[in-house]
């Protein structure tokens, strides 16, 4: 599996364009550098469903049901946060089980 890039919101925006303008993605790909055609075909997706947020999300940060930061709210913020300080509760308590079977031996 090869290296992940991150490409800026510009370079998806002027990808965009030039391909409603009727540019062939080969040509998009070699003039901005872009590594895969698939990639084009993704954010060409992406601005017919009205997801422009996606452009700004940074590699494996894709939101949860299909919203950005901004389309969650308060008491879903708070639930994940709950639910994060509980898994770390519950690995406190599994190793100071496993720290104690070491002593008892």
């Known amino acids: 599996m090869g290296k992940k890039v991150h490409y ?7 990808a965009i364009e030039m391909k409603k303008n009727g540019i062939k993605n080969s040509e998009i790909t070699k003039e901005l550098g872009i590594k895969n055609v698939t990639q084009i ?4 997706r992406w601005e017919r469903n009205g997801e422009s947020y996606r452009f700004d999300q940074p590699i ?3 939101y949860s049901y299909s919203k950005g930061p ?3 709210d308060e008491f879903e913020a708070e639930r ?3 639910k994060h300080l509980q898994m770390q509760i519950n690995i406190l308590k599994k190793y100071i089980e496993f ?6 031996k």
């Open 41 to 44: 075909k993704t954010w060409m």
């Open 70 to 72: 901004e389309g969650q």
């Open 99 to 104: 720290e104690r079977s070491w002593f008892r």
């Open 80 to 82: 994940k946060k709950n």
């Open 8 to 14: 800026p919101s510009e370079i998806k925006i002027k």
């Open 60 to 62: 494996g940060k894709q």
